[in-house]
């Protein structure tokens, strides 16, 4: 169990297995999934010729130590690919938390903002700590 030092909503020193996503909004984010980023990264996320997969542990070990809030910052900024930036900050944290439910990481009782500053506060861990 880690320590939670709570301010307003902003749980300080959560990681990827304390919960940080629920069911409903992976959902909505698989459905993003399969619209937007299918096509390049696969439908079971496996990847493509040139195209990173965003599952298992080449993923996991690629952001481990980073941030909720980097991956999203990825995301928001450069995907997809051939239409950057066009998806909504709400858009982008869905499919973060259905990215976050592909690699096993649990569902909980809240869902992930999609405040950059507060996804910066959730850390990944490929490794349950
Ligand atoms: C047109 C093809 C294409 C589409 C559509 C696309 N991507 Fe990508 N994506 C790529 C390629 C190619 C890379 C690696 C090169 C790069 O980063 O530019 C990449 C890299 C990534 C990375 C970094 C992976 C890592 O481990 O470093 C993430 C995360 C990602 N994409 C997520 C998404 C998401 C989420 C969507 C849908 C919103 C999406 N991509 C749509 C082609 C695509």
Redesign the pocket.
Known sequence: MSLWLLIGTVAIGQTVWDGVYTEAQATRGEA??NE??????GTELEGGD?????TTG??TS??NELTVGD?FE??RI??????PSS?SRQ??AD??AF?LKANKWPAGESELPRETFALKEIKILSLKP
Request: hydrophobic share 45%.
């Open positions: 993003t999934y937007r980023c299918s096509a390049c990264h040139m195209t990173p997969g965003l080449m993923f690629n952001w991956l990825r995301i450069t995907m997809p690919l051939d239409n998806l858009q982008v499919v973060v990215l």
